[in-house]
C-alpha cells in the first residue's frame, strides 16, 4: 500500500520547510499531493520562490497523513482559510505533521489540548494558549503528531515522517543517502 500525504500550500509558505520535506518524503517513495489554495496552482513562498502545485486544495483527494509548512505569511492566510476545520476534521483520525509556525492552526482549532509539541518560538504562547504540553526539542512526535520548530529543523521533521511510515531503520538509510546524520 502505497502512503499519500497532503500538502496545502498557501502564498507566504515557508520554502525551506515545504520543499525540504516534499524532496525528502518524495526519495522516500512516498507519494505528496501539493495542493494551492490559492485561485490557481501557482503557489509564491515567502522568499519569492513559486512553485507549481499538483493541484487546488477545495479538489484535492483525502491523503494518508497530512502536513502544514509554516511560515508567517503562509499560515496567516491558512488560520484565515475559510474551509481550514473543514480540512483538519477530515485528518482528526490521520496522522498530522505541522511545522514552524503551523502548530498553531492546530491550536486555534482545538486540536493541541494535552498534547506534547513544539513549534516556531513566536507562536508558543499560541500553541501552550491552545492546551499544548510545550517543548523546545527540534521535532516532536506526540501519537499521530509530529511537529517541528523551523526551517533549520525541516530535515530531521521530514525524516521522522518517513520513520512514523517507513521505521527508523528506513529513515536512517535514506538519512545516509543525503549525508544526514539520524537516530
Known amino acids: ?33 501539493t495542493a494551492s489554495a490559492s485561485a490557481d496552482k501557482i503557489v509564491k513562498g515567502g522568499q519569492g520562490v513559486s512553485i507549481v502545485a499538483d493541484t487546488l486544495l477545495q479538489s484535492a483527494e483525502n491523503c494518508d497523513i497530512l502536513f502544514l509548512p509554516g511560515g508567517g505569511g ?3 492566510r491558512m488560520k484565515q482559510y475559510s474551509s481550514m476545520s473543514d480540512l483538519l476534521s477530515r485528518y ?19 486540536l493541541l489540548q494535552g498534547r506534547r509539541v513544539t513549534s516556531y518560538p513566536s507562536v508558543q504562547a499560541e500553541v501552550v494558549t491552545g492546551g499544548a504540553v510545550y517543548s523546545t526539542d527540534s ?6 503528531l509530529i511537529t517541528s520548530r523551523g526551517a533549520g529543523t525541516a530535515i530531521p521533521f521530514a525524516l521522522e515522517i518517513v520513520a512514523s511510515v517507513q ?6 538509510e535514506l538519512a545516509e543517502k543525503i549525508v544526514y546524520h539520524f537516530e
Open 1 to 33: 500500500m502505497s502512503v499519500s500525504v497532503l500538502v496545502p500550500l498557501f502564498d507566504g509558505f515557508e520554502e525551506i520547510e515545504a520543499i525540504a520535506v516534499i524532496d525528502i518524503l518524495r526519495r522516500a517513495g512516498i507519494r505528496v499531493v
Open 74 to 76: 503562509g499560515v496567516s
Open 92 to 110: 482528526s483520525e490521520k496522522p498530522v505533521a505541522a511545522i514552524c509556525a503551523a502548530p498553531s492552526v492546530l491550536a486555534m482549532h482545538g
Open 139 to 144: 521535532v516532536v512526535t506526540d501519537g499521530q
Open 167 to 172: 521505521g527508523r531503520k528506513a529513515a536512517r
